[in-house]
T-cell receptor
Framework: EAGVTQSPRYAVLQEGQAVSFWCDPISGHDTLYWYQQPRDQGPQLLVYFRDEAVIDNSQLPSDRFSAVRPKGTNSTLKIQSAKQGDTATYLCASRWTGGDNYAEQFFGPGTRLTVL | GDSVTQTEGQVTVSESKSLIINCTYSATSIGYPNLFWYVRYPGEGLQLLLKVITAGQKGSSRGFEATYNKEATSFHLQKASVQESDSAVYYC???????????FGRGTRLQVYA
């Protein structure tokens, strides 16, 4: 079974540039999460979906960040105008909620973003 | 809001020695959180090490153990004898009952030397 895949693995931008991150969850997983992990901190939830619906985006900086999951499978996270404070690793995770409500989340390798 | 505290940013231990990594939590919005330890080995993604759903119970995996202590709001990770291959970053996390949203601690980097 293939795991969660993310691309690109690395990105380096100047302030003000845009960037998109792509995530392919494990097949059949209905819930998808995006986390931001600054250096030397734990992952912090940005947004999550169940199928194509956004369930919680309260931690997403809505003026510059957006996330979609149009068919309930792959997802894209976009930063419109990056700032130095966005420098972090962006993690995607997926989970199947059909059985055990405490099922683990499966994480991708992450995209390491550096904004100069 | 909910929070997880890992007091040690880095721990260095000699191979075959015992280990404890501290984790305490505050779950103001969740009555009975689920507790997790995730691990990231060098060059790999985050993966679940162990989880405990019920207060008072212990989880174990790969020689590691953690007990869900509701009174002390703690979930310390322990191992009796560490190996070099245990060198990794360990994250304590708590999750909601329904949607599985996770709140993580900052992580503890474990370095085991021979």
């Amino acid at each position: 079974e293939a795991g969660v895949t993310q691309s690109p693995r690395y990105a380096v931008l100047q302030e003000g540039q845009a960037v998109s991150f792509w995530c392919d969850p494990i097949s059949g997983h209905d819930t998808l999460y995006w986390y931001q992990q600054p250096r030397d901190q734990g992952p912090q939830l940005l947004v999550y979906f169940r199928d194509e619906a956004v369930i919680d985006n309260s931690q997403l900086p809505s003026d510059r960040f957006s996330a979609v999951r149009p068919k309930g499978t792959n997802s894209t996270l976009k930063i419109q105008s990056a700032k130095q404070g966005d420098t972090a690793t962006y993690l995607c995770a997926s989970r199947w909620t059909g059985g055990d409500n405490y099922a683990e989340q499966f994480f991708g390798p992450g995209t390491r973003l550096t904004v100069l | 809001g909910d929070s997880v505290t890992q007091t040690e940013g880095q721990v260095t231990v000699s191979e075959s020695k015992s280990l404890i990594i501290n984790c305490t939590y505050s779950a103001t919005s969740i009555g009975y959180p689920n507790l997790f330890w995730y691990v990231r080995y060098p060059g790999e993604g985050l993966q679940l090490l162990l989880k405990v759903i019920t207060a008072g119970q212990k989880g174990s995996s790969r020689g590691f153990e953690a007990t869900y202590n509701k009174e002390a709001t703690s979930f310390h990770l322990q191992k009796a004898s560490v190996q070099e291959s245990d060198s990794a970053v360990y994250y304590c996390a708590l999750g909601t009952q329904v949607v599985g949203q996770l709140t993580f601690g900052r992580g503890t980097r474990l370095q085991v030397y021979a």
